[in-house]
């Protein structure tokens, strides 16, 4: 991929990807997730997990939503820490898979204190879903025990990406959608990281050149990618025609968590998490549709202080400016989150994907 960002001398003045590219580098962040595909099955469950307690915030965009627990999130409210977030299929069935990822963090005594006894705690696990249920059959959809899987398999490390958890049945405009993530290392030192699930009624690939909008903002060369052959561009844009045709009648929503290893409030991560969506808008066109529910939440798991390494202000303006370096790095992690989902990606139940579709593009990759 084109480095747009990665410019400057090898060292800590400039933004680059953390080590595994991915969410889970952030530090107190696992990532866990349970799918099922094939005879009459397209759906799954991601999961976020900080066990340990994370400051969380919430945006939520759209005009159909799927959400539990959001309100929790305001900053006037009592509950200042979340120990995961929920991802899933199934739209608002699929809610009840965040029943699953409070039982394991219950069973783990995880959770916020209610009584003397370690066991005695509500686990807070705000959730959000997407509409995935056409790609497979009615009825088949995530329930408790998905939740309880992926909340089982959560660790730090690599993400799988493409058709897996959330993403299983996820379609991006015409194309096979799935899960993506990325992140960031900022001059500071701070990590911000994305898991994003892709489902929107907008396009992430122009159909004009077969460059995903959003191509220019890596920061990694993970994929390879260049600009496919135009002979194949012009190819994928009747077969996608093809597919919006069939898919017409969809309802849609792109979900996702941003997390950063920072101390930070609960009205500093609803910031973060309202900035996150501009990510959205520079990979999805259109963005935030009256069919999408789009919903991303903001985790800071307080490892470091905010500022320039130091946790050191000389005014207040300055913690403003260290947030506001926080906010643009979201924007950009969801961003590059949205376009490895739909880079991964395979394609699913007749949906094709970016890999069938725009070969020549991976060329480099060889």
């Known amino acids: 991929m084109t480095n747009s960002r990665d410019t400057g001398a090898a060292g800590a003045d400039r933004v680059r990807p953390g080590p595994g590219n991915a969410i889970t580098d952030v530090p107190g962040v696992l990532v866990g997730r349970y799918e099922r595909l094939g005879e009459g099955w397209a759906t799954g469950v991601s999961v976020v997990l900080t066990p340990e307690g994370a400051t969380g915030g919430v945006d939520v965009r759209g005009g159909g939503p799927g959400t539990r627990e959001t309100d929790l999130l305001?900053?006037?409210?009592l509950v200042q820490q979340v120990h995961g977030v929920c991802l899933?299929?199934?739209?608002?069935?699929?809610?009840?898979?965040?029943?699953?990822v409070m039982r394991w963090l219950a069973e783990h005594n995880h959770g916020f204190p209610v009584g003397p006894q370690p066991h005695q705690v509500v686990p807070i696990v705000p959730a959000a879903v997407l509409y995935d249920l056409p790609l497979g059959t009615w009825g088949n959809r995530p329930d408790?025990?998905?939740?309880y899987a992926a909340a089982a398999a959560a660790t730090t490390g690599p993400v799988d990406q493409g058709c897996?958890?959330?993403?299983?049945?996820?379609?991006?405009?015409?194309?096979?959608?799935?899960?993506g993530t990325a992140s960031a290392v900022l001059p500071s030192g701070a990590v911000v990281g994305a898991l994003v699930a892709v489902n929107p009624l907008g396009e992430v690939v122009d159909p004009d050149t077969g460059r995903p909008?959003?191509?220019?903002?890596?920061?990694?060369?993970?994929?390879?990618?260049?600009?496919?052959a135009p002979d194949e561009v012009a190819a994928a844009r009747a077969v996608r025609e093809r597919v919006a045709g069939a898919l017409a009648a969809r309802l849609n929503t792109t979900i996702g968590v941003v997390a950063t290893d920072l101390v930070l409030s609960k009205a500093e991560c609803r910031r973060i998490a309202t900035v996150a969506q501009d990510g959205l808008a520079r990979a999805v066109?259109?963005?935030?549709?009256?069919?999408?529910?789009?919903?991303?939440?903001?985790l800071a798991t307080g490892r470091r202080e905010l500022g320039d390494g130091r946790g050191v202000f000389a005014a207040g303006a300055d913690r403003a400016g260290a947030l506001d370096e926080v906010c643009a790095a979201a924007a950009d992690v969801v961003a590059r989150a949205v376009v490895h989902a739909v880079l991964a990606a395979t394609t699913t139940a007749g949906v094709p994907s970016y890999r069938e579709l725009y070969r020549s593009a991976f060329v480099a990759a060889v």
Do not use: I, M
């Not at 899933?88 to 699953?100: E, F, I, T």
């Not at 959330?166 to 194309?175: E, N, P, R, S, Y």
């Open 74 to 77: 305001d900053p006037s409210h």
């Open 88 to 100: 899933s299929g199934g739209s608002a069935y699929g809610l009840a898979a965040a029943d699953g």
């Open 144 to 147: 408790a025990e998905f939740g």
């Open 164 to 179: 897996v958890g959330a993403g299983a049945g996820a379609t991006a405009g015409t194309l096979k959608g799935g899960v």
């Open 213 to 228: 909008w959003a191509q220019d903002l890596e920061l990694a060369d993970e994929f390879g990618l260049t600009t496919p």
């Open 285 to 298: 066109r259109p963005a935030h549709s009256l069919f999408d529910g789009d919903t991303l939440f903001a």
